[in-house]
């Protein structure tokens, strides 16, 4: 049986995956979506699997993969050695009853992606989405208010930052090309907005969750009036649900509209909208 070589472009996202069995799981479809001749039996053929649904069960979390099974997956799914390594880490990250194994796994995992990052983005989005401050400086150092004074500005971003940071960030943020100098010797931005699509995943993983943690500090240190906090727990339909996507995207896009065209800014914020499961499918379940 001629076996054919496996499609590409999902393993690009690989290094973005907490979960090795929904990386499967979307492997798969890929694959499916991609070819009509790709099957559950197909690949266990391929991998050397006597079970046609044993790729299957370890998706539904039925069986675990051991060390010899995921041998047989990578060399079936034709990962290259750095891939390989990260599958290898996610799956003693995922199956681990150990505290020690998961947190060893992580490291591993933190490690690679760090290494995948600094290979495949630009010296600019290397930097600007390394730190939480960087987006911050860069809207309040081309304010008309500020003076010039670095410890005024270092001061005025909550929580303070120090003045070698606040120089340092400011250094950078010019030679990244994202402020420039006016002749006046003031800063204004090379563009009003910057527009992350196209950014790897990846690259935001950190900067994102440093501003979750700000907001959760925001949660104690701010006043109710001062932030805006709502938790909803909602029973829907996937329709249900892609309905508030396209409703939260919507108003994100027109506050951005708003605030791009505000003449006289006064706080730089950062909001944050989240939507995510708290169930498996009921459905599947039900079968």
């Known amino acids: 049986m001629y076996l054919l070589p496996v499609t590409?472009?999902?393993?690009?996202?690989?290094?973005?995956?907490?979960?090795?069995?929904?990386?499967l799981g979307d492997f798969f479809e890929d694959q499916k979506r991609k070819r009509a001749a790709f099957s559950h039996r197909y690949f266990a053929q391929k991998a050397g699997f006597t079970s046609s649904s044993f790729c299957l069960s370890v998706i539904k979390g039925r069986y675990n993969l051991s060390s010899s099974?995921?041998?047989?997956?990578?060399?079936?799914?034709?990962?290259?050695?750095?891939?390989?390594?990260?599958?290898?880490?996610?799956?003693?990250?995922?199956q681990s009853k150990s505290a020690t194994e998961r947190e060893a796994a992580w490291v591993a995992i933190q490690s690679i992606r760090r290494q995948v990052e600094f290979t495949?983005?630009?010296?600019?989005?290397q930097g600007y989405f390394s730190r939480w401050f960087y987006p911050v400086l860069r809207e309040l150092v081309t304010h008309p208010a500020w003076d010039g004074n670095w410890i005024t500005l270092a001061r005025r971003v909550?929580?303070?930052?120090?003045?070698?940071?606040t120089r340092e960030a400011l250094h950078n943020l010019e030679s990244w090309g994202l402020i420039e100098k006016t002749p006046e010797g003031k800063f204004r931005c090379s563009?009003?907005?910057?527009?992350?699509?196209?950014?790897?995943?990846?690259?935001?993983?950190?900067?994102?969750?440093?501003?979750?943690?700000?907001?959760?500090?925001?949660?104690?240190?701010k006043p109710p009036s001062q932030r805006f906090t709502t938790f909803t727990t909602l029973a829907m339909s996937e329709s249900s649900y892609e309905y508030a996507l396209k409703v939260?995207?919507?108003?994100?896009?027109?506050?951005?509209?708003?605030?791009?065209?505000?003449?006289?800014?006064?706080?730089?914020?950062?909001?944050?909208?989240?939507?995510?499961?708290?169930?498996?499918?009921?459905?599947?379940?039900?079968r």
């Open 248 to 286: 939260l995207e919507e108003a994100r896009r027109k506050i951005i509209a708003k605030a791009a065209g505000d003449e006289r800014v006064e706080k730089v914020y950062e909001m944050v909208l989240q939507v995510f499961p708290l169930t498996k499918l009921i459905a599947e379940e039900k």
């Open 69 to 94: 099974a995921t041998e047989k997956m990578v060399r079936a799914m034709e990962l290259d050695p750095r891939q390989a390594i990260f599958f290898g880490a996610l799956i003693r990250y995922n």
């Open 120 to 125: 495949s983005l630009t010296l600019p989005q």
């Open 158 to 165: 909550d929580p303070a930052l120090t003045v070698e940071e």
């Open 8 to 23: 590409k472009p999902l393993f690009d996202e690989l290094f973005q995956y907490d979960d090795y069995r929904r990386f």
């Open 191 to 221: 563009s009003v907005l910057l527009n992350a699509e196209g950014v790897p995943p990846i690259a935001l993983r950190e900067i994102r969750r440093e501003f979750l943690q700000l907001g959760i500090g925001a949660l104690d240190s």
